[in-house]
């Protein structure tokens, strides 16, 4: 079949013989996400249009204002997710805790569990910046059959057996691996059908775009300080061009495209950085990794990390390869 007129749903079927786990679940699982997935692109098209911006009213465990149209991903995500009876587990950036999901008939026996953000970048809803959802799937770690536990959510990123991101911008893209490489899909909102449109994609070795909100600059560590005046030095390919979207979603996959660098690093106001481990910066890592690129925390790679909590945040360092590896100089010269 052509690869360019290859829907997601082709995809999936496709390659699930290429999956170790063929169990078919996990496909299930990836079309369940793929719907709920044009549910919340369909209500973040609208949002300027119904009274569905703007805060909830409630604050997460982040302590974060919850936007309407968090609370609605978070919620459209999870009930998709429940209803098919393909997971036994979810944790979500909006929930305190994780949910156990016990299929009645049969008796916690789904092998996967997700881990989501629904709603990443929530703070540019109101502002109509590009917003996106990222994922990353495990199998249970606990015996099948029995509730989950917090064991089964606390593995490494190495453990990961699928990761993605939707991204809700000009176009909405589905863009994810199950550790075969990078795939990305784009949605024609008149079929409601998402096409391959980004078949294999891979970070440049190396690129000219660096992110970081530099508003933070006084309160980074020397290393990321001295890496930052590396970027804007006259010499050879630099200065480095700035883009920050305020979106890791939207940042991350256009430095995918073109190359660079996404950092959020450590500061004295948010001593171990703003990213969380476990759905925002382990699902990216698998990503980039998978794309040839890096991800660490400065010093080590992300997916190498232990998880300890549910909502641990860790520093972010992610993009083409060379250039996380130069941060990462600067990082040891410094620590
Ligand atoms: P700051 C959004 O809240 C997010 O988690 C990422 O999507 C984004 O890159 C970052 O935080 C923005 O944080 O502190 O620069 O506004």
């Given at each position: 079949?052509?690869?360019?007129?290859?829907?997601?749903?082709?995809f999936?079927i496709?390659?699930?013989?290429?999956?170790?786990?063929?169990?078919?679940?996990?496909?299930r699982?990836?079309?369940?996400?793929?719907?709920?997935?044009?549910?919340?692109?369909h209500?973040?098209?609208?949002?300027?249009?119904?009274?569905?911006?703007?805060?909830?009213?409630?604050?997460?465990i982040?302590?974060?204002?919850?936007q309407?149209?968090?609370?609605?991903?978070?919620e459209?995500?999870?009930q998709?997710?429940?209803?098919?009876?393909?997971?036994?587990?979810?944790?979500s950036?909006?929930?305190?805790d994780?949910?156990?999901?016990?299929?009645?008939?049969?008796?916690?026996?789904?092998?996967?569990?997700?881990?989501?953000?629904?709603?990443?970048?929530?703070?540019?809803?109101?502002?109509?910046?590009s917003?996106?959802?990222?994922?990353?799937?495990?199998?249970r770690?606990?015996?099948?059959?029995?509730?989950?536990?917090l064991?089964?959510?606390l593995?490494?990123?190495?453990?990961?057996?699928?990761?993605g991101?939707?991204?809700?911008?000009?176009?909405?893209?589905?863009?994810?691996?199950t550790?075969?490489?990078?795939?990305?899909?784009?949605?024609?909102p008149?079929?409601?059908?998402?096409?391959l449109?980004?078949?294999?994609?891979?970070?440049?070795?190396?690129?000219?775009?660096y992110?970081?909100?530099?508003?933070?600059?006084?309160?980074?560590?020397?290393?990321?300080?001295?890496?930052?005046?590396?970027?804007?030095?006259?010499?050879?390919?630099?200065?480095?061009?700035s883009?920050?979207?305020?979106?890791?979603?939207?940042?991350?996959?256009?430095?995918?495209?073109?190359?660079?660098?996404?950092?959020y690093?450590?500061?004295?106001?948010?001593?171990?950085?703003?990213?969380?481990?476990?759905?925002?910066?382990?699902?990216m890592?698998?990503?980039?990794?998978?794309?040839?690129?890096?991800?660490?925390?400065?010093?080590?790679?992300i997916?190498?990390?232990?998880?300890?909590?549910?909502?641990?945040?860790?520093?972010?360092?992610?993009?083409?390869?060379?250039?996380?590896?130069?941060?990462?100089?600067?990082?040891?010269?410094?620590?």
């Amino acid at each position: 079949m052509d690869k360019k007129t290859m829907t997601l749903g082709e995809f999936i079927i496709e390659n699930q013989d290429s999956f170790q786990y063929t169990s078919g679940e996990l496909s299930r699982l990836l079309n369940g996400l793929r719907l709920a997935a044009k549910v919340v692109n369909h209500e973040v098209n609208k949002a300027g249009l119904v009274d569905i911006i703007g805060a909830a009213g409630d604050t997460n465990i982040q302590g974060e204002n919850q936007q309407k149209l968090d609370v609605m991903a978070n919620e459209k995500f999870i009930q998709t997710l429940s209803k098919r009876e393909i997971v036994c587990g979810i944790a979500s950036e909006e929930e305190d805790d994780f949910i156990s999901i016990n299929s009645f008939d049969k008796q916690h026996q789904n092998k996967y569990i997700v881990l989501i953000d629904p709603l990443d970048g929530s703070s540019n809803i109101d502002v109509n910046v590009s917003v996106g959802t990222i994922f990353s799937i495990y199998r249970r770690v606990t015996p099948v059959g029995t509730p989950v536990t917090l064991e089964d959510f606390l593995q490494p990123g190495r453990n990961q057996v699928a990761a993605g991101y939707i991204v809700y911008g000009t176009s909405t893209m589905l863009v994810y691996t199950t550790g075969d490489g990078v795939n990305g899909f784009t949605l024609n909102p008149a079929l409601g059908t998402f096409y391959l449109s980004h078949p294999d994609m891979e970070f440049p070795e190396t690129g000219k775009i660096y992110s970081v909100n530099e508003g933070n600059y006084v309160h980074f560590p020397k290393g990321v300080k001295d890496y930052i005046k590396y970027c804007q030095e006259e010499e050879g390919d630099r200065p480095y061009i700035s883009r920050y979207i305020g979106s890791l979603v939207s940042d991350f996959h256009r430095n995918m495209i073109k190359g660079g660098i996404y950092l959020y690093p450590k500061s004295s106001k948010a001593e171990e950085g703003k990213l969380r481990l476990l759905y925002e910066c382990n699902p990216m890592a698998f990503l980039a990794e998978q794309a040839n690129g890096k991800a660490s925390d400065g010093f080590n790679p992300i997916m190498d990390i232990i998880p300890k909590e549910l909502h641990q945040r860790v520093p972010f360092f992610c993009g083409s390869k060379k250039m996380v590896e130069k941060a990462e100089e600067f990082m040891a010269a410094k620590s």
